[in-house]
Protein backbone atom coordinates (compact mmCIF):
# COMPACT_ATOMS: atom_id res chain seq x y z
CA UNK A 1 0.00 0.00 0.00
CA UNK A 2 1.01 3.44 -0.95
CA UNK A 3 1.61 5.88 1.68
CA UNK A 4 -0.76 8.66 1.06
CA UNK A 5 1.55 11.35 2.61
CA UNK A 6 4.67 9.94 0.82
CA UNK A 7 2.67 10.29 -2.71
CA UNK A 8 1.79 13.92 -1.95
CA UNK A 9 5.00 14.97 -0.60
CA UNK A 10 6.91 13.45 -4.13
CA UNK A 11 4.73 15.20 -6.00
CA UNK A 12 5.43 18.28 -4.41
CA UNK A 13 9.24 18.18 -4.87
CA UNK A 14 9.06 16.67 -8.53
CA UNK A 15 6.96 20.12 -9.23
CA UNK A 16 9.66 22.05 -7.49
CA UNK A 17 12.10 20.10 -9.35
CA UNK A 18 10.50 20.95 -12.73
CA UNK A 19 10.12 24.40 -12.27
CA UNK A 20 13.55 24.70 -11.24
CA UNK A 21 14.62 22.80 -14.31
CA UNK A 22 12.83 25.27 -16.16
CA UNK A 23 13.95 28.08 -14.66
CA UNK A 24 17.43 27.09 -15.42
CA UNK A 25 16.76 27.01 -18.60
CA UNK A 26 15.29 30.38 -18.88
CA UNK A 27 11.89 29.01 -19.66
CA UNK A 28 8.54 29.17 -18.13
CA UNK A 29 7.66 26.26 -15.92
CA UNK A 30 3.69 26.92 -16.85
CA UNK A 31 5.62 25.23 -20.51
CA UNK A 32 6.26 22.32 -18.86
CA UNK A 33 3.02 19.61 -17.97
CA UNK A 34 3.97 17.08 -15.91
CA UNK A 35 1.96 13.50 -16.44
CA UNK A 36 2.28 11.56 -13.39
CA UNK A 37 2.71 7.55 -14.25
CA UNK A 38 0.34 5.73 -12.70
CA UNK A 39 0.75 2.36 -14.53
CA UNK A 40 0.65 -0.62 -11.62
CA UNK A 41 -0.73 1.66 -9.39
CA UNK A 42 -4.04 1.11 -8.03
CA UNK A 43 -7.24 4.00 -8.00
CA UNK A 44 -6.52 4.38 -3.84
CA UNK A 45 -2.67 5.12 -4.54
CA UNK A 46 -3.89 7.40 -7.24
CA UNK A 47 -6.22 9.39 -5.02
CA UNK A 48 -3.62 10.88 -3.18
CA UNK A 49 -2.02 12.95 -6.53
CA UNK A 50 -5.59 13.83 -7.54
CA UNK A 51 -6.76 15.40 -3.86
CA UNK A 52 -3.49 17.47 -4.32
CA UNK A 53 -4.44 19.05 -7.35
CA UNK A 54 -2.56 16.60 -9.82
CA UNK A 55 -4.53 15.98 -13.42
CA UNK A 56 -2.20 14.77 -15.73
CA UNK A 57 -1.93 10.90 -16.07
CA UNK A 58 -0.11 8.46 -17.93
CA UNK A 59 -1.07 4.67 -18.59
CA UNK A 60 0.43 1.70 -20.40
CA UNK A 61 -2.21 -0.37 -21.03
CA UNK A 62 -6.02 0.02 -22.09
CA UNK A 63 -7.37 -2.61 -20.21
CA UNK A 64 -5.49 -1.48 -17.00
CA UNK A 65 -6.24 2.35 -17.54
CA UNK A 66 -10.24 1.02 -18.19
CA UNK A 67 -10.63 -0.41 -15.54
CA UNK A 68 -9.68 2.17 -13.22
CA UNK A 69 -9.78 5.72 -14.44
CA UNK A 70 -13.82 5.71 -15.51
CA UNK A 71 -14.71 6.15 -11.64
CA UNK A 72 -11.50 8.47 -10.75
CA UNK A 73 -13.22 10.59 -13.36
CA UNK A 74 -16.53 10.44 -11.62
CA UNK A 75 -14.75 11.69 -8.32
CA UNK A 76 -12.42 14.50 -10.34
CA UNK A 77 -12.81 16.61 -12.95
CA UNK A 78 -10.46 18.25 -15.92
CA UNK A 79 -8.33 14.57 -15.99
CA UNK A 80 -6.31 14.60 -18.61
CA UNK A 81 -5.38 10.97 -19.46
CA UNK A 82 -2.09 9.75 -21.12
CA UNK A 83 -1.45 6.54 -23.64
CA UNK A 84 2.20 6.28 -23.04
CA UNK A 85 2.34 2.62 -23.45
CA UNK A 86 2.50 0.62 -27.07
CA UNK A 87 -1.13 0.14 -28.82
CA UNK A 88 -2.04 -2.84 -30.34
CA UNK A 89 -4.18 -1.80 -33.44
CA UNK A 90 -6.81 -3.74 -32.27
CA UNK A 91 -7.57 -1.37 -28.78
CA UNK A 92 -7.63 1.49 -31.07
CA UNK A 93 -11.43 2.38 -30.35
CA UNK A 94 -11.31 1.79 -26.69
CA UNK A 95 -8.32 4.07 -26.66
CA UNK A 96 -9.94 6.56 -27.89
CA UNK A 97 -12.52 6.12 -26.41
CA UNK A 98 -10.98 6.56 -22.91
CA UNK A 99 -7.46 8.73 -23.92
CA UNK A 100 -7.11 12.26 -24.24
CA UNK A 101 -3.28 12.08 -25.55
CA UNK A 102 -1.74 9.00 -27.14
CA UNK A 103 1.80 9.46 -27.29
CA UNK A 104 2.97 6.07 -29.15
CA UNK A 105 1.93 6.26 -32.81
CA UNK A 106 4.48 4.30 -34.76
CA UNK A 107 3.22 2.14 -37.83
CA UNK A 108 0.72 2.14 -40.72
CA UNK A 109 -1.68 -0.17 -39.69
CA UNK A 110 -2.32 1.80 -35.99
CA UNK A 111 -2.96 4.97 -37.67
CA UNK A 112 -5.44 3.59 -40.03
CA UNK A 113 -6.75 2.13 -37.22
CA UNK A 114 -6.80 5.19 -35.57
CA UNK A 115 -7.92 7.49 -38.31
CA UNK A 116 -11.43 4.82 -38.54
CA UNK A 117 -12.09 5.41 -34.96
CA UNK A 118 -11.33 8.58 -34.69
CA UNK A 119 -14.27 9.54 -37.36
CA UNK A 120 -16.46 6.99 -36.09
CA UNK A 121 -16.74 8.29 -32.97
CA UNK A 122 -15.98 11.71 -33.16
CA UNK A 123 -13.63 12.00 -30.57
CA UNK A 124 -10.08 13.52 -31.44
CA UNK A 125 -7.03 12.46 -29.22
CA UNK A 126 -4.29 14.66 -29.56
CA UNK A 127 -1.53 12.59 -31.36
CA UNK A 128 2.21 12.13 -30.85
CA UNK A 129 4.21 9.58 -32.88
CA UNK A 130 6.93 7.74 -30.80
CA UNK A 131 10.29 7.88 -32.09
CA UNK A 132 12.87 5.36 -31.53
CA UNK A 133 15.70 7.71 -31.50
CA UNK A 134 17.97 4.63 -30.57
CA UNK A 135 17.13 2.34 -33.10
CA UNK A 136 16.49 -0.82 -30.33
CA UNK A 137 15.04 -3.66 -32.60
CA UNK A 138 12.76 -4.73 -28.92
CA UNK A 139 11.68 -1.46 -28.27
CA UNK A 140 8.30 0.53 -30.72
CA UNK A 141 8.63 3.75 -32.66
CA UNK A 142 9.63 5.23 -36.05
CA UNK A 143 13.33 5.12 -37.17
CA UNK A 144 14.90 8.58 -37.12
CA UNK A 145 15.46 8.77 -40.73
CA UNK A 146 11.81 7.84 -41.41
CA UNK A 147 9.46 10.46 -39.48
CA UNK A 148 9.19 12.52 -42.50
CA UNK A 149 7.57 9.84 -44.74
CA UNK A 150 5.36 8.67 -41.84
CA UNK A 151 4.05 11.80 -41.02
CA UNK A 152 3.38 12.66 -44.21
CA UNK A 153 1.01 9.40 -44.61
CA UNK A 154 -0.36 10.20 -41.29
CA UNK A 155 -1.47 13.66 -42.40
CA UNK A 156 -2.59 13.09 -46.71
CA UNK A 157 -3.18 9.07 -46.28
CA UNK A 158 -5.05 8.80 -43.08
CA UNK A 159 -5.92 12.09 -42.71
CA UNK A 160 -4.69 12.67 -39.23
CA UNK A 161 -3.64 15.46 -37.19
CA UNK A 162 -0.25 14.69 -35.41
CA UNK A 163 0.71 17.42 -32.79
CA UNK A 164 4.23 15.91 -31.46
CA UNK A 165 6.77 13.54 -31.02
CA UNK A 166 7.36 10.92 -27.99
CA UNK A 167 10.96 9.25 -27.29
CA UNK A 168 12.30 6.57 -24.68
CA UNK A 169 16.17 7.03 -24.83
CA UNK A 170 17.85 3.47 -24.96
CA UNK A 171 19.05 2.67 -21.16
CA UNK A 172 22.55 2.57 -21.46
CA UNK A 173 23.05 5.98 -23.32
CA UNK A 174 23.61 9.78 -22.14
CA UNK A 175 19.58 10.90 -23.02
CA UNK A 176 21.09 14.31 -24.20
CA UNK A 177 21.81 13.46 -27.67
CA UNK A 178 18.46 11.44 -27.91
CA UNK A 179 16.50 14.30 -26.76
CA UNK A 180 18.04 16.63 -28.77
CA UNK A 181 17.54 14.63 -31.69
CA UNK A 182 13.69 14.53 -31.23
CA UNK A 183 14.03 18.61 -30.42
CA UNK A 184 15.44 18.95 -34.03
CA UNK A 185 12.74 16.81 -35.54
CA UNK A 186 10.37 18.47 -34.11
CA UNK A 187 11.44 22.07 -35.19
CA UNK A 188 11.53 20.59 -38.71
CA UNK A 189 7.99 20.36 -38.87
CA UNK A 190 6.79 22.83 -36.18
CA UNK A 191 5.31 19.90 -33.94
CA UNK A 192 4.65 22.18 -30.56
CA UNK A 193 4.39 18.77 -28.51
CA UNK A 194 7.76 17.52 -26.99
CA UNK A 195 7.52 14.20 -25.35
CA UNK A 196 10.49 13.26 -23.34
CA UNK A 197 11.98 12.88 -19.85
CA UNK A 198 10.98 10.25 -17.07
CA UNK A 199 11.90 9.99 -13.41
CA UNK A 200 15.97 9.76 -13.78
CA UNK A 201 16.75 12.13 -16.86
CA UNK A 202 13.85 14.71 -16.71
CA UNK A 203 16.12 17.42 -16.09
CA UNK A 204 17.86 17.22 -19.21
CA UNK A 205 14.86 16.34 -21.39
CA UNK A 206 13.51 20.27 -19.74
CA UNK A 207 16.72 21.53 -20.67
CA UNK A 208 16.76 20.32 -24.51
CA UNK A 209 12.81 21.54 -24.98
CA UNK A 210 10.45 18.72 -23.40
CA UNK A 211 6.80 20.00 -23.09
CA UNK A 212 5.96 16.91 -21.30
CA UNK A 213 8.12 14.81 -19.04
CA UNK A 214 6.49 11.51 -18.14
CA UNK A 215 7.51 10.78 -14.14
CA UNK A 216 6.23 7.50 -12.46
CA UNK A 217 8.26 5.93 -9.58
CA UNK A 218 9.60 9.21 -8.44
CA UNK A 219 6.39 10.28 -7.51
CA UNK A 220 4.54 6.54 -6.60
CA UNK A 221 7.62 4.83 -5.50
CA UNK A 222 9.57 1.72 -6.97
CA UNK A 223 7.21 -0.07 -9.17
CA UNK A 224 5.72 -3.34 -7.28
CA UNK A 225 6.68 -6.80 -9.77
CA UNK A 226 3.11 -8.45 -10.19
CA UNK A 227 1.87 -10.96 -9.11
Given at each position: ???P??VT????E???A???????S???????A??????????????P?L???Q??F?????????A??P???EE???I?L???????S???R??????D??????????AA??A???Q???R??T??????????????G???????G?????????G???????C?P?????P???????A????R?A???????M???Y?????M????????S?????????A
Amino acid sequence: MIDPQTVTSNLAEVREAVARAAEDSERDPAGVALIAVSKTIAADGIRPALAAGQRRFGENYVQEAKAKWPALREEFSEIELHLIGPLQSNKAREAVELFDVIHTLDRTSLAASLAKEIQRSGRHPTLLVQVNTGEEPQKGGVAPGAVDGFLAECRDTHGLVVSGLMCIPPAEDPPSAHFGLLAAIARRHALPILSMGMSADYPAAIQMGATHVRVGSAIFGARQPKA
